[in-house]
């Protein structure tokens, strides 16, 4: 049986003429780091500080010992990062110019010092730029010409941390007469039953050539084998009426073992295991009459994606453990998301990380790994990339949560909106990839799977390639120049991306500015917005609704993070209520990989802004929302669960004060999946530029405001709560915080990591009438004064 010995231990980074300890997997900043050579570069402005690493090459040393008794060893990286030459025993064994493949050399009788010399990333991608050519792209640095997380250069989200290092698992593989080199399993549904088509090809030894071998697979108590005199070989299984696999909201997340062994007469010489699920997936695009749409059809239901984009969730993604993707995705799960973008400036993640996908059923959306610029097609790099998708797509085919491959982030459009196409005069920029080469291996290897070229993309160049009426759309010029009720001028039909910036909690600020003063534009926030006109455009967007508060950074802080949940929300519930000509919404973005301004839901430090709560209410599958339209005030009722909602709206018509205006009941019925619209009875809808009254709605505990006028017009009495501490019994570590309203009090937020730095609340936003209360539950505070929650408890209406 193959024998396999991770190499994780005994590294050192050759640093000038010291030898530091190195962890494998890992990077040069983060082993530098610990060794307290640099500053800690996501703290103030370090990363300016830091930013010589990325320039200079680096070699990882350790010594390896091997006697295994079998007739090969290989040494398998599965990522290095990027440009690397591996010599063993002063010999070089192998050059690699990828981060995102993995690389196996035979290193049989080989031992000693096991060396790995990493180029600067910079050298090796202006190196090929010299070959292929200068090509656009959005930002000063050379990106597109290094298969490496394009992120690493920085990105308007994050910092240029330029890595290198050995960033996933190192091992030796010792066997005999043959491995398993590939195992595809083409998992989908036929009529009722589960089918397993696993497509193998074995390596042999020069003594297991020829050699018969038997190849076996296990599933769901189901047999398949065969006998393999070459290298490749077909197996088939049938599982009659498996439980399906479905998103999260739909069904149940069931997982099968699958099991792949390869032995000859002597016994077992290899084994696979992975974990898949039964379904089917497809991609309706078929013109209708508006154009032609995007829908993700799962197990034959149609579905609406309530989806995020994710990021890298550390800029030295070697950090990133099974644990922490397990906590971020669930941060996902508890804000309704059903499906999660992976953006194509980051990596292909880690397996645990779609492990965690499967069992938490979010759909898992790929893109292959192309952001913003002009790929040049030539070698070394088409060679590259054909190698890195065939790696990638057979890695991560068996997880059932994958469910779309998409070519490139915003490539296809770029093209042909930001003025590339006349500078490129004729040359390569990656049309190649995204129409030809990756469509063709997604149909050789993973043909189960639907693949779209780009995001946006409207399906051909018939169209221009944001069309928001074919395919995918991203709406950015609404952040860039508009008001967020701007979102609502359109219906795309899937919404891939779209977003507004709000600076991350304040213990994260604390913590990663640790200047003192914390000002809108000081050096410190500065540093940490990487957005072209970033703190403007925040600016702009707080100052439409409020008035811009003047040195109290507090109220600025606060009200900047109050407009991105709602203009979030407003895109959300706009879009949401036109399902089904619009089919999803991906929320540009969930994380954040350091403590910066950005779009993100969850901040570097992991904390929610006030978005993450506001998502859970806009994504769940009952939807409640008041929106101004065309045809005048609609009520729109979401009904995205598999069961009819029935139940009465109660519309309010109040002033400022909280007066009743007028009321009425309205009984509903929502059908399942489905959405109803509503135009509000003449007599409840406040008057056009109303400054005095607004619109309540309420149904099953949930809520649907409409304000005629921004918050700044509206004429707020002052607002006035108390609120009362009680601890919860036989918890230290939780208190309820109840906070009991004598006036409107608009978008009230508790910000619990002003209590503790762990501390979490369990609501956001929430707007009291009147006479209302509400209970916000604290965990991980420790006890806390009357003082502390009064200075941490903020709402906008306040003069
Ligand atoms: C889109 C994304 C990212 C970017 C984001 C915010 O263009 O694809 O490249 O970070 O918008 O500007």
């Not at 070989?233 to 099991?259: N, S």
């Not at 089904?580 to 992991?606: E, K, M, Y």
């Not at 099953?700 to 709560?721: C, I, M, N, T, W």
Request: hydrophobic content about 40%.
């Amino acid at each position: 049986m193959k024998d396999v010995t991770q190499l994780t231990d005994g590294w050192s980074l050759r640093y000038d003429h010291d030898l530091l300890p190195a962890r494998v997997p890992g990077c040069v900043h983060t082993d530098l780091l610990a060794a307290g050579i640099i500053p800690d570069p996501f703290l103030d402005l370090n990363e300016i500080e830091v930013a010589w690493v990325g320039r200079r090459a680096w070699s990882y040393v350790a010594d390896v010992a091997h006697d295994s008794g079998h007739e090969r060893t290989d040494l398998v990286f599965d990522g290095l990062d990027t440009a690397a030459r591996i010599t063993f025993d002063g010999r070089e064994i192998g050059t690699t110019r990828n981060m995102h493949r993995s690389y196996r050399f035979d290193v049989t009788g080989v031992a000693g010092r096991l060396e790995v010399h990493f180029a600067s990333a910079y050298e090796e991608a202006e190196a090929v730029r010299a070959v292929t050519g200068d090509r656009p792209n959005v930002y000063p640095e050379p990106f597109q010409y290094i298969r490496k997380m394009a992120s690493s250069f920085g990105w308007d989200w994050g910092p240029t941390l330029v890595t290198a290092g050995i960033w996933r698992p190192v091992r030796l593989e010792h066997w005999s007469t043959a491995r398993l080199a590939a195992v595809h399993p083409l998992v989908t549904v036929d009529e009722g039953a589960g089918s397993v088509e696993i497509r193998l090809r074995v390596e042999r030894t020069d003594r297991g050539a020829g050699r018969s071998l038997l190849a076996r697979a296990t599933v769901a108590g189901e047999h398949a084998e065969v006998r393999l005199e070459g290298e490749t070989a077909v197996l088939r299984l049938t599982v009659d009426e498996p439980r399906l696999w479905w998103p999260r909201g739909y069904g149940d997340q069931p997982l099968y073992d699958l099991d792949v062994t390869l032995s000859d007469e002597g016994g077992r010489l290899d084994a696979w295991h992975r974990r898949i699920g039964f379904r089917t997936i497809e991609l309706d695009r078929a013109p209708d009459a508006r154009g032609s749409g995007f829908t993700l059809v799962v197990n034959g239901e149609r579905v609406f994606a309530r989806g995020v984009n994710w990021i890298p969730d550390d800029v030295f993604p070697s950090r990133v453990s099974p644990a922490r993707y397990r906590t971020r995705l669930s941060q996902a799960v508890e804000a309704n998301v059903d499906l999660v973008r992976i953006w194509g400036g980051g990596i292909y993640e880690d397996d645990a990380f779609y492990d965690v996908c499967d069992e938490l059923g979010l759909m898992v959306w790929q893109d292959f790994l192309f952001a913003c610029a002009a790929y040049p097609e030539e070698q070394p790099l088409r060679g590259e990339v054909e190698a890195e998708a065939r790696d990638n797509v057979v890695r991560l085919m068996p997880h059932p949560s994958l469910v779309l491959w998409n070519g490139n982030n915003e490539n296809l459009w770029g093209f042909r909106d930001w003025d590339w196409e006349p500078g490129l005069a004729g040359d390569s920029w990656g049309e190649g990839y995204y129409l030809g080469l990756l469509p063709r291996l997604v149909a050789e290897l993973d043909p189960t799977r639907p693949y779209t070229a780009g995001s946006p993309w409207s399906g051909s160049w018939d169209h221009h390639p944001n069309d928001p009426d074919h395919g995918t759309y991203h709406s950015w010029e609404v952040w860039n120049r508009q008001d967020y009720a701007e979102y609502r001028a359109n219906v795309p039909r899937f919404v891939a991306e779209f977003g507004w910036q709000a600076p991350p909690a304040m213990a994260t600020l604390r913590r990663a500015l640790t200047d003192g003063v914390l000002a809108p534009d000081s050096a410190g926030m500065l540093h940490h917005q990487k957005a072209e006109e970033g703190n403007d455009k925040l600016n702009r967007g707080v100052a439409r609704h409020f008035a811009l508060p003047d040195g109290n950074f507090d109220r600025w802080h606060y009200l900047t993070q109050v407009v991105q949940a709602r203009a979030v929300a407003a895109g959300i519930e706009h879009w949401r209520s036109h399902w089904p000509a619009c089919s999803g919404t991906v929320v540009w973005q969930l994380n954040d990989c350091w403590p910066v301004s950005s779009w993100a839901a969850i901040d570097g430090d992991g904390r929610p802004k006030p978005l993450h709560h506001e998502l859970r209410r806009v994504y769940a599958d009952r939807l409640l929302t008041l929106q101004p339209a065309e045809e005048g005030l609609v009520l729109a009722l979401v009904n995205q669960s598999a069961a009819e909602w029935r139940t009465a709206v109660d519309l309010r018509r109040m002033e400022a004060d909280g007066t009743p205006l007028g009321r009425s009941t309205q009984e509903v019925v929502v059908a399942a999946r489905s959405v109803l619209r509503l135009s509000t009875a003449p007599g409840l809808v406040p008057e056009k530029h109303s400054a005095k009254e607004f619109l309540v709605a309420d149904a099953d505990g949930l809520r649907a405001l409409h304000f005629p006028v921004p918050d700044k017009e509206f004429s707020y009495v002052q607002p006035d709560y108390d609120v009362i501490l009680e601890p919860v019994a036989g918890d230290g570590g939780k208190v309820d915080v109840v906070v009991n309203a004598h006036t409107l009090v608009r978008d009230l937020l508790l910000q619990a990591d002003r209590l503790g730095p762990d501390a979490r609340a369990d609501r956001g936003l929430t707007t009291l009438l009147p006479g209302e209360r509400t209970r916000i539950r604290v965990d991980g505070c420790g006890s806390v004064t009357m003082d502390d929650v009064r200075a941490a408890l903020f709402c906008a209406d306040t003069k």
